[in-house]
């Protein structure tokens, strides 16, 4: 399969309106579109690569995908039958993925055209000629087909950097009416890809935010500060985070400091739901008179955190079970096992240890029990049922 690298053309700029976006902008919506056009032979894969949302132009709330597929293909077909055929039919199939990190999952689409219907003669023995053969072509499976997806998850797509798109296709065909033929067919086609995103021209807070900062301190936590000159009494601050990019919500609120110059802080203390997330925030900052303004987006991605549940096995259990704590670091556990209604049977210490054994043989009937372990060191719990059989 061939795979080709490519650059991205100049962005368009242009003013539209799109009712579903619409409710989040206090004015009129701007897209920013970013196309290319490649040109293969049917089976194919290609990179685009194209630069990412620039938060400080405004609040994107929509990323629009767009391809324009032309398909042409040409096929002959010959009878393989002593008999003739009179129903041959040729179905071409094409098949079109674009994968990236910016996605939650593939985009794909399936279109399929059938030809026919063709009578060919009793094989005559003869290859590629004879009333037995036909040749078609060429042929417009899909001519400038538009496919169109509607992004709403849009936190993957701010930044500074760029986002890459992996573009694959497969053309195909099969004939039917017998399975007894020769069937070989050729493709070309041109594919122009667009990117859109749909926004909100932001409206920045006021000279008065010198300074707006989101940074990543550890796996757990996210330190948030902005200063502030020329307060003014009765101004809130309210920091707002979003998961995809287009709801905001409240995290917390701030009231003015009331002193010609301020100084906030605050740690987002990071929820499991926010793993392998990226994580935007930004500053609702309201006057005594109810104007609101909105600070520039900054994001943060956070990685997948990795399961550090202790292991039981086997589970189920017909004697001895094993714990495993971890692969490479020691600590000191204590292990508890208890009924299902919460009874205390036995506890377990183990210091310095990766793995622990629970001796079940003889102590335990065979049952459902819950096994709680906690991690001295770090105060970890975690709760896992047993069955013993």
């Known amino acids: ?24 902008c206090s004015g009129q919506l701007n897209t920013l579109s970013y196309d290319t056009t ?28 767009n391809t324009k597929v032309t398909l042409v293909y040409n096929f002959s077909l010959e009878n393989g039958e002593v008999n ?11 098949d079109d993925e674009i994968s990236s990190t910016a996605l939650l999952s593939p985009l794909t689409n399936s279109y399929q055209k059938q030809y026919g219907y063709y009578s ?25 087909q538009n496919i169109n997806y509607t992004l709403s998850n849009t936190a993957d797509f701010f930044g500074s950097d760029s986002a890459q798109f992996d573009y694959t296709t497969s053309t195909y065909s099969a ?21 859109t995103y ?33 307060e003014k009494n009765n101004r809130k601050y309210e920091l707002q985070k979003s998961a995809d990019g287009k ?42 008179d109810g104007t609101e303004k909105y600070s520039l987006v900054h994001g943060v991605k956070l990685a997948a955190i990795a399961n550090t549940q202790p292991k039981i096995y086997p589970n189920p259990a017909k004697g001895v079970t094993s714990l495993v704590f971890s692969n490479a670091k020691r600590g000191n556990w204590e292990v508890n096992v208890y009924t299902v209604s919460g009874h205390l049977l036995k506890r377990y210490n183990f210091n310095n240890a990766l793995t622990g054994k629970l001796n079940t043989t003889g102590e335990l009937e065979k049952g459902v029990y819950m096994v709680k372990s906690v991690n001295r ?13």
């Open 1 to 24: 399969m061939k795979k080709l690298r490519l650059a991205v053309l100049l962005p368009v700029i242009l003013f539209v309106t799109y009712n579903d976006s619409e409710a989040q």
């Open 38 to 65: 490649v040109s293969a032979l049917g089976n194919s894969s290609f990179t685009f690569t194209f630069p990412k949302f620039n938060p400080q132009l405004g609040t994107l709330t929509e990323v629009k995908i």
């Open 84 to 94: 003739p055929v009179n129903n041959y039919r040729v179905k071409v199939f094409r």
């Open 120 to 144: 060919l003669a009793g094989s005559n023995g003869v290859p590629n000629s004879g009333p037995d053969y036909t040749q078609q072509g060429p042929l417009y499976v899909m001519n400038q």
């Open 175 to 195: 004939a039917q009416g017998s399975i007894n033929n020769n069937l070989e067919g050729s493709a070309q086609d041109g594919v122009n890809f667009t990117i």
């Open 198 to 230: 749909v926004y909100c021209p932001q409206v920045v807070l006021a000279a008065d935010i010198t300074s707006f900062t989101v940074n990543k301190l550890n796996n757990a936590t996210i330190g948030i500060k902005w200063i502030t000159q020329n």
């Open 247 to 288: 709801s905001f919500g409240n995290v917390t609120q701030y009231s003015s400091s009331g002193s010609q110059t301020g100084a906030y802080t605050y740690s987002y203390q990071v929820e499991p739901a926010d793993n392998n997330k990226t994580l935007l925030f930004r500053l609702k900052q309201t006057e005594a």
């Open 377 to 389: 060191g770090t105060q970890e719990q975690f709760v896992q049922q047993l069955i013993i059989q």
